[in-house]
């Protein structure tokens, strides 16, 4: 960004679904049966992931999905413009590391320099795993930030990252699992450019006095739309964990988003990472026209978000 350029905060939803995306390649749901059958109710989707910019060339991934290649090839804004070797994506921050927030580091494997932004924990998990290591390291450098440090991953865009109750990966899950655990392995992520803030939130087990304090002083929020009810999951037959034990609070029902963050409403609110179960996801359905009356939109590929 040229000096004088004013930073003006920009966000493009590259992935709006929650892991294994809309259709799931082994689901037969109601959703996912709509989806392979092109119903124009369902809009297809991949893995979550949220790129923002401060100048409109250069972008931070906010989690690097699993899909990420299919989304480069879908988002002019993604793909290299001028010469030879370039790519507009010059930062990637993982929120945690689960499969469909960090396995699209392995995508960007090709020589290519940017940064990896995360937690000292997530970090430290990454590295663990030889197999992001073909994701050179001298030219990839790894940054760890801490929780309520700003910072700023590109000019002009200023980032502070803070936790939010969550679990651990269920790669790495062992014995018995705290479902809501505050620390550095789930983080919610503040973005600012311009004096315009958005908060990103991809999963989140319940809201704290923290959160419902960054929500208030911002603009917009992408938060956990994993599922709609907390049995969801249960009821269609595709599982036996309930929304809150796979860390994830449910969009309605007593306790659940819809309740929670009813006192937002002077903020733009939007349901990202949205589970291939989740009946929002079909247009017209009565789920969605309750989220929609409640003051919020459903995120959906390409969507584009100027707070
Ligand atoms: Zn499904």
């Not at 906010?62 to 010059?90: T, V």
């Not at 990252?161 to 392995?185: R, S, Y």
């Not at 919610?188 to 990103?200: D, F, P, S, T």
């Not at 007593?254 to 990472?273: D, M, Q, Y």
């Amino acid at each position: 960004m040229s000096p004088t350029d004013t930073p003006a905060l920009r966000s493009l939803v590259l992935g709006s679904g929650g892991g294994g995306g809309v259709p799931q390649w082994n689901c037969n749901c109601r959703v996912c049966r709509l989806a392979w059958d092109g119903d124009p109710r369902v809009k297809r989707r991949t893995q979550s992931s949220l790129a923002v910019s401060a100048d409109g060339e250069s972008w931070l991934l906010l989690n690097a999905s699993i899909d990420l290649r299919e989304q480069i090839l879908a988002r002019p804004a993604m793909q290299p413009k001028g010469q030879g070797r370039h790519s507009p994506i010059a930062a990637a921050l993982l929120t945690n590391t689960d499969v469909d927030h960090a396995a699209g580091l392995l995508a960007l494997r090709e020589r290519q320099p940017f940064t990896i932004w995360g937690t000292r924990a997530t970090l430290d998990t990454i590295g663990a795993n030889r197999i992001f290591d073909v994701v050179g390291r001298d030219i990839v450098p790894r940054r760890a930030v801490r929780l309520g440090e700003r910072f700023e991953p590109l000019p002009g865009l200023t980032l502070e990252l803070f936790a939010v109750p969550g679990k651990v990966p269920l790669w790495l899950e062992e014995g018995e699992v705290k479902t809501d655990e505050i620390g550095e392995g789930t983080v919610g992520v503040a973005v600012e450019a311009g004096g315009r803030r958005l908060v990103y939130a991809p999963g989140c087990a319940h809201v704290t006095d923290d959160l419902h304090a960054r929500i208030a002083g911002a603009h917009a929020l992408f938060f956990d739309g994993t599922l709609f009810t907390d049995d969801e999951m249960k009821r269609a037959g595709l599982g036996d964990k309930t929304s809150r034990r796979m860390g994830h609070q449910p969009v309605s029902g007593p306790g659940g988003t819809l309740e929670t963050l009813s006192g937002h409403a002077g903020v733009r609110r939007i349901l990202i990472h949205i589970n291939n179960s989740n009946p929002i996801l079909i247009e017209g359905s009565p789920e969605e026209q309750q989220v929609k009356a409640a003051g919020w939109e459903v995120a959906y590929d390409g969507m584009e978000v100027r707070p």
